[in-house]
């Protein structure tokens, strides 16, 4: 008896390795963004610019890695395309863009400025995502001043 067991939980194995299990090949891919570096400087020893296009065709991340007390400002403005959501997290929401005012209901330019903090966590993502019902995507510039001694990693695009 144990023998067939084990003979029939092998033989399965075999099956599953050799057709594969129909569950597991659910894939869905996310659509890349276009990156394009406009400009990056050093501003002075301690702080650096960095100016990015992206055309966003999904959700797309930036991340910035921060040390505690390192302070961040930054704008972007939309290029193309009419509403675009905008967040900024580290272990929570720190900041995200609202329309304002009674007649906007989009978001097409904003200012940010924030600080790191130990609570927050070292990477802090900047979420950005094309909201508009009739296109599918955005183009958005957006600039970074950060401390030199910080990183940006931001997606690479497939096109």
């Known amino acids: 008896m144990f023998k067939k067991v084990i003979f029939g939980a092998l033989l399965l194995v075999i099956v599953v390795f050799a057709f ?6 659910t894939t869905t891919t996310t659509p890349q963004a276009n990156v394009h570096t406009i400009s990056e400087t050093t501003i002075s020893p301690n ?3 960095r100016q990015i296009e992206i055309t ?3 959700e797309t991340k930036i991340v910035l890695t921060l040390e505690d007390g390192d302070k961040v400002d930054g704008f972007f403005y939309l290029t193309s395309g009419e509403n675009i959501s905008f967040s900024i997290s580290g272990t929570s929401l720190i900041y ?3 329309a304002t005012g ?3 209901k989009s978001v ?3 200012r940010f400025s924030f600080t790191a903090s130990q609570s927050q966590g070292l990477a802090y993502t900047l979420k950005l995502k094309p909201e508009s019902q009739d296109a599918a995507s955005a183009t ?3 600039q970074l001043i950060y401390p030199a001694s910080g990183e940006i990693l931001i997606p690479i695009g497939t096109k």
């Open 20 to 25: 594969g299990c129909p569950s597991a090949k």
């Open 47 to 49: 702080w650096a610019m």
């Open 56 to 58: 966003l065709e999904g």
């Open 96 to 98: 995200e863009s609202i």
């Open 102 to 104: 009674t007649s906007e």
């Open 108 to 110: 097409s330019s904003d």
């Open 140 to 142: 958005v510039v957006i």
